[in-house]
């Protein structure tokens, strides 16, 4: 079964996730809302992802790539690994931009709410793909 911490952070991702999206539901409530709220809440998606990608790094996907039986696995769990440096890098740029200077956001509203639903829709299609097809083989293969 797949490691129930990575589950529980996948569930806490997608909070926040939910939580921004209401945030910046649209222009006009962007600019009167608090900016440094929002600005919070992509600190607090920040701590779960780096979180999230340290247990992944340091056991979950060691223990997938080391799957001797099942093939499939390994190499789905190999092309997560690669695509999710991509990702890290991207995030992380993005948060550094908008945690350090939170009045970035309201300099260009539109470009923020554009770059968030991006960032906000990549992770959460990384999230889908993990369990829909990695974590379901794993859990498959591990059942028999």
């Given at each position: 079964m797949i490691n129930q911490i990575v589950k529980k952070q996948h569930q806490e991702i997608r909070q926040v996730i939910k939580e921004l999206r209401e945030d910046i539901y649209d222009l006009e409530s962007l600019a009167s809302g608090n900016i440094l709220l929002v600005a919070l809440k992509i600190g607090t998606l920040n701590g779960i992802m780096q979180m999230h990608l340290k247990h992944e790094d340091d056991f979950l996907y060691p223990a997938l790539l080391n799957n001797n039986?099942?093939?499939?696995?390994?190499?789905?769990?190999q092309k997560f690994v690669t695509e999710m440096g991509n990702l890290a890098a991207v995030?992380?740029?993005?948060?550094?931009?908008?945690?350090?200077?939170?009045?970035?956001?309201?300099?260009?509203?539109?470009?923020?709410?554009?770059?968030?639903e991006q960032i906000l829709n990549a992770i959460s299609k990384r999230i889908d793909s993990e369990e829909d097809e990695l974590f379901k083989l794993w859990e498959a293969n591990s059942a028999k």
């Amino acid at each position: 079964m797949i490691n129930q911490i990575v589950k529980k952070q996948h569930q806490e991702i997608r909070q926040v996730i939910k939580e921004l999206r209401e945030d910046i539901y649209d222009l006009e409530s962007l600019a009167s809302g608090n900016i440094l709220l929002v600005a919070l809440k992509i600190g607090t998606l920040n701590g779960i992802m780096q979180m999230h990608l340290k247990h992944e790094d340091d056991f979950l996907y060691p223990a997938l790539l080391n799957n001797n039986e099942n093939v499939e696995i390994k190499e789905i769990a190999q092309k997560f690994v690669t695509e999710m440096g991509n990702l890290a890098a991207v995030f992380k740029e993005y948060q550094e931009k908008y945690i350090r200077n939170p009045e970035i956001i309201r300099k260009d509203l539109k470009q923020f709410i554009q770059e968030t639903e991006q960032i906000l829709n990549a992770i959460s299609k990384r999230i889908d793909s993990e369990e829909d097809e990695l974590f379901k083989l794993w859990e498959a293969n591990s059942a028999k």
